[in-house]
């Protein structure tokens, strides 16, 4: 058992399931995979099982009975990490977009510059993504400048769901009163860690659009996204247990 494990929500990749799998179990230093499914129709969970003979006592599969958003997946995930005592732990897309790559420079934030939080930076250092129409990337770019403007964070890519959490940074926020489910939920997890004055450090990566499978992305994750924002930023103003 390594001490890095990175959890993968999943829902309908088949395309991707495998391939992302080996992909992090061949890197050095070693990563563990959390796959958490949502009862995927196409036979994800299935996929995994069956490497799950391949990658024993590696490879962890955690079944959802439905879809149910993005921040509860990960939150589940969370909290059978903890529970299985990793001490860094990572999120990460399926599709690679996300480049796996990139998981041991956000572990070597964590560990020799004292991060509590890595972020997998698409903006810290210019506009580091392929494959997305212009218009995506604007919207993308300047929601997290909005999200800059409303909260006082300083991250530069604050939607980012490329990151590495410690396991005291995941101890030190209250899980369960983890509000939103889609990308707003990438925003809120930042937030929380900044009112706790926890050590943020963006790790500037090249995020590329998946080529496989279809994209989760809705107008109704971008509505909770934009006026999420805004009711983060009021809480913490008038709760000072919000963190």
């Not at 993968?8 to 992090?24: D, G, H, L, S």
């Not at 004292?114 to 210019?126: D, E, F, K, N």
Request: hydrophobic letters at 40%; proline letters at 3%; aromatic letters at 12%.
């Amino acid at each position: 058992m390594s001490n890095n494990i990175v959890i993968i929500p999943t829902y309908n990749e088949k395309e991707n399931a495998e391939n992302i799998i080996r992909k992090v179990m061949g890197l050095q230093p070693q990563f563990d995979v959390l796959i958490v499914d949502d009862n995927s129709p196409d036979g994800t969970a299935d996929i995994v099982r069956k490497l799950q003979e391949t990658f024993t006592d590696r490879l962890h599969l955690l079944s959802r009975k439905e879809k149910n958003g993005l921040g509860t997946a990960y939150i589940a995930g969370f909290k059978w990490c903890l529970q299985h005592e990793y001490k860094f732990i990572f999120e990460m897309d399926a599709d690679f977009s996300h480049n796996p790559e990139d998981l041991p420079r956000l572990l070597e934030a964590c560990e020799k510059q004292g991060a509590g939080l890595a972020v997998g930076s698409r903006y810290i250092t210019g506009v580091n993504v392929v494959n997305w129409p212009m218009s995506r990337v604007i919207m993308s770019y300047y929601a997290s400048v909005y999200v800059r403007f409303i909260t006082g964070m300083t991250i530069r890519d604050a939607t980012a769901g490329f990151v590495c959490y410690t396991r005291q940074t995941l101890e030190a926020i209250n899980l369960d009163k983890i509000k939103f489910k889609g990308y707003a939920f990438q925003i809120e997890m930042k937030f929380k860690a900044f009112l706790k004055k926890i050590k943020i450090v963006e790790v500037p990566i090249i995020f590329t659009d998946r080529t496989l499978g279809t994209s989760k992305m809705s107008k109704k994750i971008f509505r909770e996204a934009f006026f999420g924002v805004i009711e983060l930023k009021l809480k913490s103003l008038f709760s000072k247990n919000d963190a």
